[in-house]
């Protein structure tokens, strides 16, 4: 992954780690409650990095989903 670094910190930069959280612990399995998936991005001196596409994917059961988004100035890419 390579996008741009925190700004001031120089050109473009490789992602080192990226951390991926949910906004719930548990969804319900009621067709309609969603959770927010969150990805940080940051390089090798955890700085966030911004500009990188994050796919998102997710198979379970019945439940499927594939998303896109682009990380923010704070290195974080969101999927609904």
């Known amino acids: 992954l390579t996008g741009s670094p925190t ?3 120089g050109g473009n930069t490789t992602a ?3 951390v991926v959280s949910p906004s719930t612990a548990q969804i319900a ?5 969603t959770s ?3 990805a940080t991005v940051r390089d090798a001196n955890q700085n966030f990095v911004r500009d990188v596409v994050v796919t998102f994917a997710a198979t ?3 439940l499927a989903v594939e998303d896109q ?3 923010d100035a704070n290195g974080v890419a969101r999927a609904t």
């Open 36 to 38: 927010t998936i969150s």
């Open 16 to 18: 080192t780690s990226v």
């Open 60 to 62: 379970a059961g019945g």
């Open 69 to 71: 988004g682009r990380t």
């Open 7 to 9: 700004p001031g910190t």
């Open 29 to 33: 399995a009621d067709g309609s409650t």
